[in-house]
């Protein structure tokens, strides 16, 4: 017997170990670990800080390097064939003319014309008005200087072909550049303000996210304490009616009570069944919700350190409207929005004036043209200043700056309005929560009479001077007035909850860190 009873209580030690006990912070932080929309918002936030990284990068000089290769199936040359360069003397006056030096002897020829043996030319020449005229060979005189090529010259200088070759099929080019923003405008910097703007709304979306879950973690946690309340009356009903039940049939076997009494009884001890059923069903969904939000399987069952319902209401200090402004997510994501708006008609401003660069690379290729065209690799250094000036796009700038500065004056009038409401809800939300406290106390003072006057029921039931009617009616009165009381109490947990999200107090930047 005694290891019987030794083997029951390690059981039943083990199953009160089994069932962990959870408040409502411990319900948060599983629910911020498990739910995937936070995740998201997480994610989404370390985007916005990566790129907000990736537009500082934009004030930073751009490297690049460049590689190609190419083959061609044939050389480039200059040359068609190989050339003769005619080789002339030097005149007196410095020029390259006809080549007629001063000791330059004339020779005639049998037709009158002459020759200058030592000339370095080979025409014919004759005597126009004291000049010397060049013949062509046709014999006709001619301006040398306005047709050459009739001149026949003595010597000349051989161009071969191959001199002027280059060898082109294989080609290599290879290159590194960079490029340093000098002045833009101003668009540069407002990039990187837009980044860090969307790194804010990510931040706000992140602990809006946060605040929404832990809102409706909240609400499932003190719906399923009302419920287990619920049960928990349900039982005590039950328990009363049951007494009820057995006190009206024992007067009904002694005579002393109806039929029609007893029935009444019966139905209200179904009633109570019933009431208990859907309670605890009830109870078992909320259960599961609860479970689901908070990653625990569905079918655990859980302790809730509440479940008692502490009627001690946690009082919300209300806070200045200002201060309650600057906490709320909406306000500043929309006041990052109208930053951002202001950006834009900054940056569609600087589209109208200059962009300057400083621009400079390392050139290389294969073959080199820096000494003739040889097959080697090769390279320079060039640096410049590369500057861009608009000047006419038959006004499309005008218009998209008047397009930016409308969606600037749009996202003040949303902050404005935003605030205005932001203020009305928090307004409301104190007004309820005061409302709900007066409620909970009234139907305190509720629940002290329904029990006085079911106690009297009962006695005066006892003692043959009150019907079972009259007691079931007190039975009733006091199951309401108890209901009510629980969900006023509940009720004025959920407003403070929502004052508190009004505000902008209900997440702890401590216990939930977006960082």
């Known amino acids: 017997m005694r290891q019987i009873l030794f083997c029951f209580t390690l059981l039943f030690a083990g199953f009160l170990s089994a069932q962990e006990i959870y408040n409502v912070e411990d319900c948060r932080q599983m629910a911020l670990e498990h739910n995937a ?153 407002q990039i990187y303000s837009i980044a860090g703007y969307s790194e804010k709304i990510a931040e706000a979306r992140a602990q809006d996210a946060m605040t929404d879950l832990i809102l409706e973690v909240d609400e499932a946690y003190w719906r399923v304490v009302s419920l287990e309340n619920k049960v928990k009356l349900a039982k005590e009903m039950k328990a009363v009616v049951a007494k009820l039940d057995t006190n009206i049939t024992a007067l009904f076997d002694e005579g002393m009570a109806t039929k029609a009494d007893v029935l009444k009884v019966k139905v209200k001890l179904n009633e109570s069944d019933l009431m208990m059923i859907k309670a605890t069903n009830g109870l078992s969904l909320s259960r599961m919700a609860l479970n689901q939000m908070c990653g625990l399987p569905l079918e655990k069952q859980i302790k809730l350190s509440d479940e008692e319902l502490d009627e001690i209401p946690d009082l919300v200090s209300v806070i200045p ?132 006057n079911l106690m009297y029921a009962n006695e005066g039931f006892n003692e043959g001077v009150i019907t079972a009617s009259d007691v079931l009616m007190a039975q009733t009165a006091w199951l309401s007035a108890k209901s009510e009381n629980i969900d006023a109490t509940i009720d004025v947990k959920l407003s403070n909850l929502y004052l508190k999200k009004s505000l902008g107090t209900l997440l702890s930047p401590i216990s939930y860190n977006t960082k």
């Open 37 to 189: 929309s936070i995740k998201i918002a997480s994610e989404n936030l370390k985007a916005a800080r990566s790129l907000k990284k990736a537009a500082f990068t934009q004030f930073l000089p751009n490297f690049s390097a460049m590689g190609a290769y190419n083959w061609n199936e044939k050389n480039i040359s200059l040359l068609a064939h190989d050339e003769f360069l005619p080789v002339g003397v030097k005149n007196p006056d410095g020029s390259l003319g006809i080549g007629i030096g001063p000791n330059s002897t004339p020779t005639p020829n049998p037709d009158g014309t002459f020759k200058f043996e030592d000339a370095a030319i080979n025409n014919n020449f004759t005597m126009i008005d004291g000049k010397v005229i060049p013949l062509d060979n046709q014999g006709k005189p001619f301006d040398p200087s306005k047709n050459p090529e009739g001149l026949e010259w003595k010597n000349h200088a051989i161009l071969p072909k191959e001199g002027f070759e280059m060898d082109m099929r294989n080609v290599f080019v290879g290159g590194i550049n960079f490029v340093q923003p000098i002045f833009m405008g101003g668009k540069i910097k």
């Open 321 to 452: 409207i200002e201060e309650a402004l600057s906490k709320r997510t909406e306000v500043e994501m929309l006041t990052q929005m109208q930053n951002i708006a202001k950006s834009n008609e900054k940056i569609m401003i600087s589209r109208f004036l200059p962009n300057v660069a400083l621009t400079g690379n390392y050139l290389v290729t294969n073959p080199s043209s820096f000494k003739g065209f040889d097959t080697k690799f090769d390279g320079m250094f060039s640096v410049g200043v590369v500057a861009q000036v608009p000047l006419f796009h038959f006004g499309e700038k005008i218009h998209t700056l008047n397009a930016s500065r409308a969606s600037s004056v749009v996202a003040a009038l949303e902050l404005k309005d935003a605030k205005e409401k932001i203020e009305l809800q928090i307004n409301q939300t104190a007004y309820q929560t005061t409302e709900s406290l007066k409620k909970q106390l009234q139907t305190q003072k509720n629940v002290e009479s329904a029990q006085e």
